[in-house]
């Protein structure tokens, strides 16, 4: 099981950007699907998870201005991004809880990450 992240890049303050995740292999099930991020010098903390269902849950610092969203066909989870500000600087990471077919349990797994930079 591979999960590939895409979309980071460079945006100035204010504005918008979005982010994919697509996991990919042999998936069985996929359960709840997230992302976290990691600035320079700070722990990894999460920005917001969605479940199987479609129900999310956001941190407090980004509720109102990121929506999780994710395709289950696809296999793949969304972050849109809005008001980005600089302190959203970080390294994007997707994390999912997946079975394998060849699995009666399922665990989690991490893509590679994807760097955002908001430029003041």
């Known amino acids: 099981v591979q999960l590939q992240a895409s979309g980071g890049g460079l945006v100035q303050s204010g504005g918008s950007l979005s982010v994919s995740c697509a996991a990919s292999?042999?998936?069985?099930?996929?359960?709840?699907m997230g992302w976290y991020r990691q600035a320079p010098g700070k722990q990894r903390e999460l920005v917001a998870r969605?479940?199987?269902?479609?129900?999310?849950n956001y941190a407090d610092f980004v509720r109102g201005r990121f929506i999780i969203s994710r395709d289950n066909t696809k296999n793949t989870v969304y972050l849109h991004m809005n008001s980005l500000k600089p302190e959203d600087t970080a390294v994007y990471y997707c994390?999912?809880?997946?079975?394998?077919?060849?699995?009666?349990?399922?665990?989690?797994?991490w893509g590679q990450g994807t760097q955002l930079t908001v430029s003041s």
């Open positions: 994390n999912a809880n997946i079975r394998r077919f060849s699995d009666n349990y399922s665990r989690y797994y």
């Open positions: 292999g042999s998936i069985h099930s996929i359960n709840d």
């Open positions: 969605i479940t199987s269902g479609g129900s999310p």
